[in-house]
């Protein structure tokens, strides 16, 4: 991030502290419509298009650190293998044997040598090719080499590996755009794998994922935390092409240290934007990622059902050498933990909200901008043609998308 990008990002935040209303231009954004939470037809459309053809984060290099390494993702309802090769590339699979469907592995994680059908023998070398199956002589004509493993795409940012059921996706950094260049200064390369735990919670998944795009609520449900040191009034949002987003919330003191940080491992690099202020980011479509110089969580958001989700949270810090994470990284995710308490506490009642004949759509202010840039890029990605009229959201962010 350079002195020009830090001084831009600097006056954004000045400006929003202290301005009096939202800047000149700016558009009344239409009521989201209510049914993209609850409506069948629709959230089959979400499904189809945004979650199977989409760059989602899968696993660190740490999780899959020798040959044979593997990780199951199953977050879209495919079964996508993840592994590392004998030439320490990291490819994927679908988890699916080639002759009739079994799986290759059953674990969530572990170490193979080989990728063995368990229900008929079919064996697969860890690139992926057909090496042996049994009974040769009955498979009259078969050409092994054409009943190699189904990829999925798989691509690295630094050590974090991204998956895409898309075979025609563009690739993960120019899909990125700008995301990577801002993150240069946490060296993604460096950072270790810290820990992973799933929390589910009974709603659907926009429902929370619209609540970590937006601060208008610290002043609620995170007055004796986050409002304490985060001053939401001074917070800079860019938006930007294909979805993805940066909201920039100030500390209230430019000095003021996380209590929970103090002790703990730095990044030399960390620019002035990440060392007093809170940077967050959202890699569309379920990535939001609160960057900071002791070490960052990827918060990922899963649909479970129409009505219920996961969080997933999985914390990476920087490289430690040899040994275990630092102690203090125990409390860290226990601090973190009462946070996502406040979080979460609303949902289930919401999710019974929004399936009332009170719900009738989301009316959001300027400061909630971040949303309606999310659902825009949602109905591009499915084609506004396949939406029924009455739940598609009307563009209207265009020209405040920074290139």
């Known amino acids: 991030m350079d002195a020009a990008t830090v001084a831009r990002l600097k006056a954004g935040m000045r400006y929003e502290a202290e301005r009096t209303a939202p800047p000149e231009g700016f558009p009344k954004l239409p009521v989201i419509p209510g049914g993209r939470y609850t409506d069948p037809e629709f959230l089959a459309l979400e499904r189809e298009h945004l979650w199977r053809r989409s760059w989602l984060f899968a696993c660190h290099t740490d999780e899959i ?63 992926g090719r057909l090496v042996n199956l049994r009974d040769k002589r009955d498979f009259v004509g078969l050409d092994m080499s054409e009943h190699s493993l189904v990829q999925a795409r798989c691509e690295r940012l630094g050590n974090w590996v991204f998956v895409n059921e ?91 240290q996380d209590p929970g940080t103090r002790g703990m491992r730095r990044i030399e690099t960390a620019t002035e934007i990440t060392l007093s202020n809170n940077p967050s980011f959202n890699f569309y479509p379920n990535l939001v990622t609160p960057v900071d110089a002791t070490g960052n969580p990827f918060i990922l958001f899963w649909p479970t059902g129409d009505r219920e989700m996961d969080i997933e949270i999985v914390w990476f810090a920087p490289d430690w050498g040899d040994g275990e994470p630092d102690p203090l990284w125990e409390t860290r995710i226990a601090n ?20 009332s004949a009170a719900f009738r759509g989301i009316t959001l202010n300027y400061q909630e901008r971040r949303i309606y840039h999310w659902h825009e890029e949602l109905d591009r990605r499915i084609g506004p043609e396949r939406i029924p009229e009455h739940l598609r959201v009307q563009p209207r962010l265009a020209e405040w998308i920074s290139r």
């Open 336 to 355: 973190f933990e009462r946070i996502l308490e406040e979080d979460t506490q609303f949902a289930e009642q919401i999710q019974q909200s929004v399936e």
């Open 65 to 127: 650190p020798e040959p044979g390494s593997f990780y199951l993702f199953t977050r879209t309802g495919s079964p996508i293998l993840v592994v590392r090769g004998k030439d320490d590339t990291i490819r994927a699979f679908y988890n699916t044997c080639r002759h009739r469907g079994a799986p290759l592995v059953k674990e969530c994680r572990g170490r193979v040598d080989g990728l063995v059908c368990g229900y008929h023998g079919w064996t697969y070398a860890l690139d």
């Open 166 to 256: 898309d075979p025609g996706a563009e690739p993960l950094l120019t899909h990125l755009g700008l995301i990577p260049e801002y993150l240069e200064q946490i060296q993604p390369e460096q950072v270790r794998f810290v820990d992973r735990r799933s929390y589910h919670v009974k709603c659907n998944v926009k429902v929370l994922l619209d609540a970590f795009l937006e601060v208008y609520h610290l002043k609620s449900i995170h007055q004796n935390t986050v409002d304490r040191f985060l001053d939401h009034r001074g917070t800079s949002i860019a938006l930007w092409p294909r979805g993805h987003s940066l909201m920039l919330t100030p500390n209230r003191r430019p000095d003021w």
